[in-house]
């Protein structure tokens, strides 16, 4: 796990159900273009519904992403950071997009990508990586963007002393399900009910939510696609664009608008509904009620914003996978451990050993 | 009916002046019409021995889960004993990392290992937490002498920076009865026999003086108890009491020869008189004294710092004259890589001639070894990387009868070690519902 400062930027937390919607997958992508340009880092990433193919195309992206990086040692693939993935015994239901992907060849035939993820115990319990990771940021350093079921959310409220934790840790926490201030059932909602419940009426922090309506207002252009990853044939971003739908196609994009607003925070790329709250009925559909106490919110497009918007999305999606920053000690850390290096200095000599019992 | 066997305490004690043996499980001890489901079980015992600086990875990893079949080379000297252990993957102490601490993988990783609480960093106003051998020791310790023993091999000294700013109270010590009081591990193997067996405390300077002159055998002491004892053992008892007696007399001749011979190989660090001149030496002594002290029961749970965290001790016994610390600095380097792992190894097969022992003592239809939770591990993982996930660890035993061992067991990435502690009170007659970072019992270890 990485060094974190006061000075380090925003560590986000990403629970995803990557692979059921391109709009993760991009989502996921934009993310990495931000981290490229320092303004977070990828804190955590889970997969919050059962598959482990989902797990292995997290695991191509990250390590596309951690290419630029060089060749580690041996000239092995990079390794990955662990991911968490929701565990289940069921066969994964049908996932085209997240098939297709992963199966994906090259002229001879060869898998274009390798993944070392073949059992559930290669991925993390996603609940405890989120845990640590929590623990591993400075107060308010940290930030969760959720896009899917809410399982992992519920089993991290399981957790003993978990929510003093949260409330601490996390600057924003933005969901992107729902439609809003109601609509049609929503299928992540669907999936998981009862965390769905659990999530909206025990999490210890204000939640902005990004729904479905936000995503079509402001949907990533699939005439970009082409153009945007063009610098590599087989970009794994553009190849899971590709197999989701026949192309052209543009694509709702809740979870882009939940990562984008998360980090830029103050940018005014949305604009944010009066405080209320939000339920979700049994058969799925989200609805809002404006109220003075309420802790959500949710994101609303603004129609000076959306060509603004509509830019950042391409150009972070697309962005070349940029190198780290040279990995030092940073400077806080480091001037605490000239300090410390100092006054071990000036201890006195250590006394011997205390007589034997 | 006429019954002819005379059933023996539990507590039954040989004693003389000045040494106190306590005895193992006898058939005795079971009532003479005792059935199976009243003959009282042995209890089940529970330790830990720690090896520092992680291992060479390459050379500890299994490839398999299942059926344990081919050992990897620092697994290798538990070969015999594929039967009684698991080899558990994947467990990890979030503790030990960083978090928001900076350096100090050392300190943080032993200090948290069983305590499961992140260290406060600090040379001064030590803080830690309460370790579960501790809270295990106060619920079980009362039918024994000692609620926990404490040993060790090297350095106990509890003050200085041992690491990046850590204290050496954390880097030194692996049991804590309180958040600010370790319990500095005994490391004189003398110490240890009389605390174990003397009742040195209670003579007089003058007593003390003339026992150390003459040096008696604490068997000596005790032997008229012994006689009249064995006069009412069957002829199996009369055995195993045999037996149990040779080992404590071992351990005596073993102790004079380390006083005579302690200064032979240089280990890289001062040792008071009467510590052993090479480590196995060392380790065997040690590792005799609990097996003693788990057979005649006057201890249930022990701790064993075999090296502590971060160590430069050299291993001229196995011609190695480079510090354990530096050499796992290795940056791939092959030589030094190799260093690391012949120093594994040796450790390994340290352990290894302690499992054999304990797996060859008999207690009624069970072996001191199936009535043990002997967990062999690490704080850090790969000691070049500092890792604090996939920790080393290796339990040996069958917990009482619950475990079944002869696996390579796999968990989840992130799963926390205080999840193996659960499982471990659980089987010591200590449920509890959590431990430092826990999220439930380890699943996987039960006979199921």
Known sequence: MQFTTPETPLGLIFDVNLGQTIDSVLALALLHGLAGKQECRVASLTINYPDLRAAQLCEVIERYYLSASGPSLGGNLPTVAPIGVVESRKAPADQPLLAKTVALTDGDNRKLWASDIKKWNDTAIPEILIRNILMANFDGKAAMVVSGPATNLATLLNLPDIKPLIAAKLKVMVIADGEFPSGKPDAAFMSDLPAAKRVLADWPTPIVFSGRELGTQIPFPGASVESAFAYNPNHPIAAAYRAGHQMPYDVPAPAMAAVLYAIRLSEGYFKLSEPGVVSVSNDGRTEFRPSAEGKHRYLKADPAQVERVTKAYVELASAKPAAPPPRRLPPALQKLEEERAAAAKKQPPLSDPPEQQ | ?448
Not at chain 2, 46 to 59: S, T
């Open chain 2, 1 to 448: 009916m006429i019954i002819t066997r005379k059933a023996v305490a539990r507590r039954t004690f040989l004693r003389g002046v000045g040494a106190t043996v306590a005895l193992p499980f006898l058939d005795s001890m079971v009532p003479a019409l005792a059935t199976a489901a009243t003959t009282p079980k042995p209890p089940v015992r529970m330790a830990f021995a720690y090896v520092p600086n992680g291992l060479n990875f390459k050379d500890y990893k299994l490839d398999y889960e299942g059926k344990l079949d081919k050992l990897s080379r620092i697994l290798q000297p538990l070969e015999p004993y594929k039967q009684d252990i698991n080899v558990l993957g994947n467990l990890t102490h979030n503790a030990g990392r960083a978090l928001l601490d900076g350096p100090g993988d050392h300190g943080r990783c032993s200090a948290s290992y069983l305590t499961g609480l992140q260290p406060r960093k600090t040379m001064s106003d030590i803080k830690a937490g309460v370790s579960f051998d501790q809270i295990v020791g106060q619920h079980v310790g009362a039918g024994t002498s000692f609620n926990t023993l404490e040993l060790g091999i090297e350095d106990a000294r509890q003050a200085g920076d041992c690491d990046s700013g850590y204290s050496c109270a954390y880097t030194n010590n692996l049991a804590w009865r309180a958040e600010s009081q370790p319990l500095p591990p005994t490391l004189n193997p003398r110490a240890l026999f009389e605390r174990l067996f003397g009742d040195d405390a209670a003579l007089s300077p003058e007593a003390r003086r003339r026992r150390n002159l003459y040096r008696r055998s604490v068997l000596d002491l005790v032997s008229g108890d012994a006689k009249r004892l064995s006069q009412d053992l069957g002829p199996t008892d009369q055995r195993k009491l045999d037996e149990y007696l040779s080992s404590i007399r071992e351990i005596e001749l073993q102790l004079a020869r380390a006083d005579k011979d302690s200064i032979k190989i240089d280990p890289g660090f001062d040792k008071p008189y009467g510590i052993p001149a090479d480590f196995a030496e060392h380790f065997s002594l040690m590792t005799n004294m609990l097996t003693v002290a788990f057979q005649s029961n006057l201890t249930r749970v022990a701790t064993f710092l075999v090296t502590r965290e971060g160590t430069s001790r050299a291993y001229r016994e196995i011609g190695i004259p480079d510090g354990h610390h530096p050499l796992t600095h290795h940056r791939g380097q092959a030589d030094l890589v190799e260093k690391v792992s012949r120093i594994n190894v040796y450790h390994m097969q340290q352990f290894a001639t302690w499992v054999g022992k304990l797996k060859a003592i008999k207690e009624g239809d069970s072996t001191l070894l199936d009535n043990c939770m002997i967990v062999y591990g690490a704080g850090l993982a790969d000691g070049n990387r500092h890792s604090h996930e996939d920790l080393p660890t290796i339990m040996a035993g069958r917990g009482g009868g619950s475990f079944q061992p002869g696996r390579s067991i796999v968990y989840r990435k992130e799963t926390p070690m205080c999840n193996l502690f659960l499982t471990m009170m659980d089987r010591m007659g200590v449920p509890t519902e959590h431990f430092g970072d826990s999220s439930g019992p380890l699943d996987g270890l039960d006979l199921t």
